[in-house]
């Protein structure tokens, strides 16, 4: 093979572009989750500002020249600014807002004056405004901010703001990223960076969490001196009596008759795209929006698009211990891509798993709810629809749940016996059983709830505690300009045993295989840096070591419609 490379590039004089994608380039799409590992013990991250340019690389790591910062003690006397703390998030799975509501809640039992931030519908020009800002910010793909913060996000990090823009303003950063990735917590660090340019006081260190292995371990280790220094720093005394941390419930639920309704049927809604959009809005938890004429949607992560499957084929042979299905959909011009972008699908649970913990729950699925906000607007965060349909496609039942889940659900119980081992199970000193009986034998909450059956908690209760179900990215496998309106995925069923015996199927892909052609799903486009060249003339060399070729599909049909339609396109070629 590595002469066959030779020779091609040795027969190409003009400028190659080598595009080198290794397996891990698409591992992350296309292989089952590896066994959790062991925990890890990390120290306190502690932040030593820079001087440079936020966007240089001196900005992401301390230097050992460099003299330590020290965390303000107290807030200077002259102050004029209250005592407002600001809450911001940029999420794009949930975990980053679910933080962000916990730090809310607690700055409550501290006495503390909270608003809870949404940083797609902050206004970024009022940030110099702000007395106190905590930023829970989580990086995504190739260190890029979440869906909900680009637009706060590119404002900050302008180089038009002006210097001193942001004196006064207080502030601290939690990250959230995934140290298997490079630009590990990017986001985070940049924001901490430029928040300080900008003349910003940083009043506690930035925190930064590890999805690989100890995300929320990390939060919690930050955040246990985050309240008590800002109390002090505030010079604001900490209750006598502070409440223990309780899970409080933000939603009532709303039954109604399941016959005023029957439009909530799931079955038929497979086949119909209209009926599918009405019974996904209910579980929607935006609007959508729309484009400046004020008619044309705008498809994206909040507002999927309901694309109709045309083609699902398997790719093995029926003796094939594997299975790897190529999918084809149909988009026509709602939306638009590039060869290497990849496409969001929100998938649905698994039926048996629901039916498992409806069962648990001794509940009927066919049930019409709605929950509705116990402060604020009467307006539906979720519903109405039916709670088959919320297990569904709403909320995730299959990761192992956390542990501020497990000590909620303490709360439900009333024996004694199952209190205290959900409650050790959930704390600091527990970690090692907490690891052993959720991370590494992989228990959902239908599990858990199994193996505690005295916990009896409602289903809007649990439905509001357990996480939203996250959309799975594929890398698209075609091109646009070859195949008009339609995108292609190629995905393997994920299918494997955990520790404990039980057979885990992946969702998503467990789903496709139930896929036939009729069916509707819901998809939204997010883009990549992975692309060609722009020029339609230089030569690609394209290798995928073992794994990583559903890009390269799409690579190689853009670059025979460019060989057909342009006189003096370059040779490209594919080692796989």
Wanted: aromatic letters at 10%; proline letters at 8%.
């Amino acid at each position: 093979m590595l002469d066959a490379i030779l020779s091609f590039i040795d027969n190409n004089i003009l400028e190659i572009t080598i595009v080198i994608a290794l397996g891990i380039v698409s591992y992350y799409y296309f292989s089952p989750p590896p066994p959790p590992p062991k925990p890890l013990v990390k120290p306190t991250v502690k932040y030593t500002p820079s001087s440079k340019s936020s966007s240089s690389s001196k900005s992401q790591s301390s230097s050992s020249s460099q003299t330590p910062w020290k965390r303000p003690q107290f807030r200077k006397e002259e102050s004029f600014k209250n005592n407002l703390i600001r809450i911001c998030y940029g999420s794009q799975t949930g975990t980053a807002e679910e933080f962000s509501r916990t730090l809310f809640n607690e700055a409550k039992r501290y006495g503390l004056e909270a608003r809870l931030q949404d940083l797609e519908l902050y206004n970024n020009e009022s940030l110099p405004l702000e007395s106190i800002v905590i930023f829970c910010m989580a990086t995504h793909g190739e260190g890029e901010p979440t869906e909900n913060a680009k637009n706060f996000y590119n404002w900050l990090l302008d180089e038009e703001r002006p210097e001193g823009l942001l004196k006064g303003v207080e502030y601290t950063v939690f990250g959230l990223g995934n140290k298997t990735y490079d630009h590990y917590n990017l986001v985070a660090r940049k924001v901490d960076a430029r928040m300080e340019e900008l003349g910003a006081t940083r009043i506690f260190e930035r925190g930064e969490g590890d999805d690989d292995s100890s995300l929320e371990e990390d939060f919690v280790s930050w955040k246990k001196e985050l309240w008590p220094h800002i109390c002090s720093y505030l010079r604001v005394q900490i209750p006598e009596n502070l409440e223990e941390e309780k899970f409080v419930p933000r939603f009532r639920m709303q039954t109604y008759d399941s016959s005023l309704y029957p439009q909530l049927d799931e079955a038929k809604a497979l086949f119909d795209p209209v009926l599918a959009k009405k019974i996904r809005a209910s579980l929607a938890y935006s609007k959508p929006k729309v484009k400046p004429d004020g008619v044309t949607p705008i498809y994206d992560m909040k507002s999927p698009y309901m694309a109709k499957v045309l083609v699902n084929r398997e790719l093995h042979a029926a003796h094939s211990d594997r299975s790897c299905m190529h999918m084809e959909l149909e988009i026509g011009d709602a939306l638009s891509y590039l060869p290497g972008d990849h496409l969001g699908i929100y998938p649905e649970n698994d039926p048996v798993v629901v039916e498992q913990l409806l069962q648990r729950l001794r509940i009927e699925g066919s049930t019409v709810f709605s929950l509705i906000p116990l402060s604020g607007s009467n307006e539906p965060y979720l519903g109405p629809c039916t709670i088959r349909q919320a297990l569904l496609d709403a909320v995730d039942i299959t990761t192992p749940p956390r542990k501020a889940v497990l000590r909620a659900l303490a709360e439900y119980t009333n024996s004694a016996v199952d209190k205290a081992r959900l409650l050790r199970l959930s704390s600091a000193e527990g970690q090692e059983e907490y690891n052993k009986y959720i991370k590494s034998d992989l228990r959902n909450i239908g599990e858990v709830l199994i193996d505690f059956p005295s916990i009896e908690i409602s289903i809007g209760h649990l439905i509001e505690l357990l996480p939203r179900l996250s959309p799975r990215f594929y890398s698209i496998s075609s091109s646009l300009n070859a195949n008009p309106g339609r995108v292609h995925i190629t995905s393997v069923w994920v299918q494997y045993k955990t520790p404990t015996g039980r057979i885990h199927n992946g969702v998503a892909t467990t789903w496709f295989k139930k896929m036939v052609p009729g069916t509707y799903v819901p998809v939204f486009v997010r883009s990549s840096h992975f692309h060609l060249p722009p020029s339609h003339s230089t030569p690609v060399i394209m290798v995928g070591p073992g794994t990583g070729l559903a890009p390269f599909r799409g690579f190689l049909q853009e670059l025979e419609h460019k060989k057909r339609t342009t006189a003096n396109a370059h040779p490209s070629a594919l080692f796989f």
